[in-house]
């Protein structure tokens, strides 16, 4: 199982970026995928994960909501996390992740206990 995340950089605020996270060894189509974010002194957070290819439901922590969508590429196995109106407070490393089944219940797509596997971070700095 591997999660190959990119995409990151440095950007102005009120500006975008889209990250991208390449999967393999595992049936993409299945398992949900969820973006978390871990800045400096704060506790890694949850941002956003998409359900299987089966429901693409999506989920968004509140700061994100109209400004953030996550996507998935079913040819490419890859889920995109487009990031647009950023913020200096989205600064962070951000990080890709398998979640232990297709579709997360109540709450459980932000608890990183659910997430089987991970990827490398990619570094988001928004700054002028």
């Known amino acids: 199982v591997q999660l190959q995340a990119s995409g990151g950089g440095l950007v102005q605020p009120g500006g975008s970026l889209r990250l991208s996270c390449v999967t393999s060894g595992f049936n993409f189509d299945y398992y949900a995928i969820g973006w978390f974010r871990h800045a400096p002194g704060k506790e890694r957070e949850g941002v956003a994960c998409i359900s299987s290819s089966a429901d693409d439901n999506t989920y968004y922590t509140e700061s994100v909501k109209g400004r953030f969508t996550i996507s998935r590429d079913k040819a490419k196995a890859t889920v995109y996390l487009q990031m647009n109106s950023l913020k200096p407070e989205d600064t962070a490393v951000y990080y890709c992740?398998?979640?232990?089944?297709?579709?997360?219940?109540?709450?459980?797509?932000?608890?990183?206990?659910?997430?089987?596997?991970w990827g490398q971070g990619t570094q988001v700095t928004v700054s002028s």
């Open positions: 992740a398998r979640f232990s089944g297709s579709n997360p219940i109540a709450g459980t797509w932000a608890t990183p206990f659910h997430y089987e596997s």
